[in-house]
């Protein structure tokens, strides 16, 4: 061994690509082609987008003419955003706005999926806007929807919004809240 715990030989050698960096390659290709139409792209990154949403909670809001007070912050997870985003990418394909899953999964049960113990949660979709900002006025006046993005009891969150050229809305967006069961 070299200076440093680096290896004496050059690292750039076909032996030492072959052996480490084409299968972390591989799997990081495999990863990309798999998670995402080519043509999606985001509209916004998770973390503006889950900015956007705790400033509105910071606010309160009039859920169909109800006062919703102040809500604590989101804390991004990854799980809720790796739920986001399977969901997102799902109703996108099938060309409709639910929360059932083609294979009928649930936001629990995306969650789930995705190693989240939740003892509460809630998921609100949208299509159509490209704008966070005028997704997020959607939802505020959708009294469901907004009493779903004020609930003070969620303490995790991510917001994906994507963009998917040739699907029938164009602009997709899904937000997912949790609270973990303990």
Do not use: F
Request: glycine share 10%.
């Amino acid at each position: 061994m070299g200076g440093a715990g680096l290896p004496e030989r050059p690292v750039c050698s076909v032996r030492y690509i072959m052996k480490h960096v084409l299968p972390l390659a591989c799997v990081w290709l495999a990863a990309a082609v798999g998670s995402a139409p080519a043509s999606a792209q985001a509209l916004a990154s998770p973390a503006e987008l889950l900015a956007l949403v705790n400033a509105q909670r910071a606010a309160g809001a009039v859920c169909g003419g109800e006062p919703q007070p102040p809500a604590p912050p989101l804390q991004w997870h990854a799980a809720p955003e790796a739920a986001a985003t399977d969901h997102l990418l799902d109703v996108a394909q099938q060309a409709t706005l639910t929360h059932d899953g083609s294979d009928g999964s649930t936001v629990g049960g995306r969650l789930r999926r995705h190693g989240y113990v939740w003892g509460g949660v809630g998921e609100n979709v949208a299509a159509g806007h490209t704008s966070a900002a005028l997704t997020l006025q959607q939802w505020l006046k959708s009294p469901a929807h907004c009493r779903t993005l004020m609930q003070a009891n969620y303490r995790h969150g991510a917001v994906v919004g994507r963009l998917v050229p040739g699907s029938k809305h164009g602009a997709y967006w899904v937000m997912v809240l949790a609270r973990p069961l303990s």
